[in-house]
T-cell receptor
């Protein structure tokens, strides 16, 4: 297993454009998380899935943001009509859920997708 | 809502010495997990150590150990025999598992620099 993969690693876009990020979790992990991290800050929770079900979405998350995990494997995070304030590192993480072994609830992070909105 | 506070934005230590990073949290829950994650410059976040709140024994992982004080809601990380590769951002994080909102809530981090 190669860990959590994110693509693209870097994305530069113009304000108003749509962007999509992809995350491939560790194959046996049923939980998948999206976080946003700005420079010098801790990661901020966006949303998470158990299998294909989106269990929680941050109230801070604008309706311009949408995430999917259609078959319970990879996930996509789309940002519509990007704004300069969306510039950040978008982190994906995966884990086993509660009661699924010693590693349950331990998140493994990907390298992140850095978004720059001009 | 749970909050995590790291009061030391930056710290430095000489190689081979010991350093302690502080973390406090606020929760009304009795069962939860606490974590320390490390994020080296331009590299991905990795788990350093995990503590389950119902366990009284402090977790240890090689040179890394925690001082978990449940009543005080304090969870500090001690790094012994510091190495240059320990230079990173360190994040303290909280999770309420098993039917709670099972997401990590992070502090703002402490930037640790290990000097040769």
């Amino acid at each position: 297993d190669t860990g959590v993969s994110q693509d693209p690693r870097h994305k530069i876009t113009k304000r108003g454009q749509n962007v999509t990020f992809r995350c491939d979790p560790i194959s046996e992990h049923n939980r998948l998380y999206w976080y946003r991290q700005t420079l010098g800050q801790g990661p901020e929770f966006l949303t998470y899935f158990q299998n294909e079900a989106q269990l929680e979405k941050s109230r801070l998350l604008s309706d311009r943001f949408s995430a999917e995990r259609p078959k319970g494997s990879f996930s996509t995070l789309e940002i519509q009509r990007t704004e300069q304030g969306d510039s950040a590192m978008y982190l994906c993480a995966s884990s086993l859920g509660w009661g699924q072994g010693n590693g349950a609830n331990v998140l493994t992070f990907g390298a992140g997708s850095r978004l720059t909105v001009l | 809502a749970q909050t995590v506070t790291q009061s030391q934005p930056e710290m430095s230590v000489q190689e081979a010495e010991t350093v302690t990073l502080s973390c406090t949290y606020d929760t009304s829950e009795s069962n939860y997990y606490l974590f320390w994650y490390k994020q080296p410059p331009s590299r991905q976040m990795i788990l350093v150590i995990r503590q389950e709140a119902y366990k009284q024994q402090n977790a240890t992982e090689n040179r890394f150990s925690v001082n978990f004080q449940k009543a005080a809601k304090s969870f500090s990380l001690k790094i012994s025999d510091s190495q240059l590769g320990d230079t990173a951002m360190y994040f303290c994080a909280f999770m309420k598992p098993q039917g709670g909102s099972e997401k990590l809530v992070f502090g703002k981090g402490t930037k640790l620099t290990v000097n040769p």
